[in-house]
């Protein structure tokens, strides 16, 4: 069975930009979680959705969005990019409430 | 609110020792518990989980970790390291309530001398 799978690995973007990255999780696993990786404050819990639904979120701005499609895909959108954006955006999914979750390799982004 | 302490940064041992990474919560019912690996530039792979029932838990690439209730602790073991196990270590522990968010540790960074 295929892994969480994340487009693109790499990413550069500019102060001001926009961005999206997208999320396909494990086949018949319905909950996407979205985590934030920076050296100086770890990985923290963006958002998670479950059947298109938004069920917990994290302490971020509201410049981090996030939707989840019929078929589980999940895209996160950051708009007005900052440097402090840089990060690795790792994606994890999950059967369903309760199970382990599962990460996928992850999206470097990187703010000029 | 729950949150999970490793204590340390950085452990270097031989190739072929025994291995303790110590990893502590704070939550107030029983947690779900997770210890992660990850390699350079890559993402999370999941060793093992403690969901409940047994306290000592197995995992993959002979890892395991037992859960102390008494000292609030999830400490993962491995009798004998390899060379390949060099990678940085996370342990994460998330509610039993059905939210699905994992508050993770700041990680220990295992290095493997020959």
């Known amino acids: 069975k295929a892994g969480v799978t994340q487009t693109p690995r790499y990413l550069i973007k500019t102060r001001g930009q926009q961005v999206t990255l997208s999320c396909s999780p494990i086949?018949?696993?319905?909950?996407v979680s979205w985590y934030q990786q920076t050296p100086g404050q770890g990985l923290q819990f963006l958002f998670e959705y479950f059947s298109e639904t938004q069920r917990n979120k994290g302490n971020f701005p509201g410049r981090f969005s996030g939707r989840q499609f019929s078929n589980s895909r999940s895209e996160m959108n950051v708009s007005t990019l900052e440097l402090g954006d840089s990060a690795l955006y790792l994606c994890?999914?999950?059967?369903?409430?309760?199970?382990?979750?599962?990460f996928g390799p992850g999206t470097r982004l990187t703010v000029t | 609110a729950q949150s999970v302490t490793q204590p340390d940064i950085h452990i270097t041992v031989s190739e072929g020792a025994s291995l303790e990474l110590r990893c502590n919560y704070s939550y107030g019912a029983t947690p779900y518990l997770f210890w992660y690996v990850q390699s350079p530039g890559q993402g999370l792979q999941l060793l093992l989980k403690?969901?409940?029932?047994?306290?000592l838990v197995q995992g993959i690439k002979g890892f395991e970790a037992e859960f102390k209730r008494s000292q609030s602790s999830f400490n993962l073991r491995k009798p004998s390291v390899h060379w390949s196990d060099a990678a940085e270590y996370f342990c994460a522990v998330g509610d039993n309530f059905g939210n699905e968010k994992l508050t993770f540790g700041t990680g220990t960074r295992l290095t493997i001398i020959p």
């Open positions: 994890a999914s999950s059967l369903a409430q309760g199970f382990e979750q599962y």
């Open positions: 086949s018949g696993h319905r909950s």
């Open positions: 403690y969901f409940s029932g047994d306290t």
